[in-house]
């Protein structure tokens, strides 16, 4: 795990936010308060300044966030069913320990624990907290044969693969590479009992999908949507509800400035913190409008 740094998420009461993946996830915080207006700006959502945020990391102390932002909930979103950031998904030791923990939680699980055909290494299950947000808990029971997967060092670990809903996967795809200097890892048509519920389709239909990885670190996951997704719905000047912001470092952070920057909602600028340590942080608006925040390595 080289390039992934974070995901962002909204949600509408962060104490309780935080109680929630401290108390069942383990997570613990480790910086919070209001928004500044410099990241507000660097986000494109001057609407979210000065409101409350904090960053939370895993029990294993790796350096890969979760970091929620307080804003309303907006009435028109419905989880897995509208382009942009879809899930963050999430290394545990034994994923039917991992379930038995979130029967007794405020999530909700909406795919139990199955093994995924013609992935015998990766075996997940997904759940909905209570602001939609989508979280897979997986366990990596092997490597694959073109790239690495991390292994859990605590019961449930580091974020390590996020997950973009794409209205046209091969110019996402496309996209990635071009600007970010990513690879194309593998693409696979597979049975998403999740999407199949979410879109109302039969159980054994299957959805498209492809990975993108750098070296043998593998951390994105682009989902082809159906016909009947949507654009995110979003309060003017607010993140997008859900998962909104997908952090990664970039290795040749001054090297790409020419290729992303027309994709730059503001220049870069240094951030202090634990998430940026004074690195310098930039947005790029991608496709169907997707929020990537790239910091220097």
């Keep these: 795990m080289r390039l992934l740094r974070s995901a962002t998420l ?10 929630l993946y401290r108390e069942y996830l383990d997570y613990e915080t480790v910086d919070e308060g209001p928004v500044s207006l410099a990241k507000a700006a660097a986000w494109g959502a001057e609407g979210v ?18 970091r929620f932002v307080e804003q309303p ?18 290394c545990v ?56 997967l991390p292994r859990a060092q605590t019961p449930i670990d580091c974020l390590f693969i ?49 990975t993108l990885t750098h070296e043998r670190d593998v951390f994105f996951e682009f989902d082809q949507y159906p016909p009947a997704a949507t654009p995110r719905p979003a309060h003017p000047g607010l993140l997008p509800p859900g998962v909104a912001i997908g952090g990664m ?12 920057s027309p994709w730059l909602i503001t220049p870069p600028q240094a951030f202090d913190g634990p998430l940026y340590e004074g690195r310098r942080m930039a947005v790029l608006r991608g496709p169907d409008g997707t929020l990537f925040e790239i910091s220097e390595a």
């Excluded at 909930?73 to 999430?90: N, Q, T």
């Design 49 to 66: 300044a000065g409101a409350p945020s904090l960053t939370m990391r895993p029990q294993s102390g790796r350096s890969i966030f979760l």
């Design 73 to 90: 909930p907006h009435p028109a979103y419905r989880p897995l069913r509208s382009y942009g950031w879809a899930a963050v998904e999430i």
């Design 249 to 260: 470092t970039l290795p040749d952070f001054d090297a790409a400035l020419d290729r992303i």
């Design 93 to 148: 030791e034994d994923v039917l320990a991992a379930n038995a923990r979130m029967e007794k939680s405020p999530f909700t699980i909406i795919g139990p624990p199955r093994q995924l055909d013609g992935l015998p290494a990766i075996f997940p299950m997904q759940v909905k907290g209570p602001d939609g947000e989508i979280v897979y808990l997986t366990q990596i029971k092997d490597d694959l044969p073109i790239y690495d």
């Design 10 to 19: 909204t949600v509408a009461d962060i104490k309780r936010s935080e109680a």
């Design 162 to 210: 996020l997950v973009l809903a794409c209205s046209d996967l091969k110019g996402a795809l496309n996209w990635a590479q071009a600007t970010l200097g990513l690879s194309f890892g593998r693409e696979m048509a597979i049975q998403y009992t999740m999407l199949a519920k979410a879109f109302e389709k039969p159980m054994d239909e299957k959805f498209v999908l492809a």
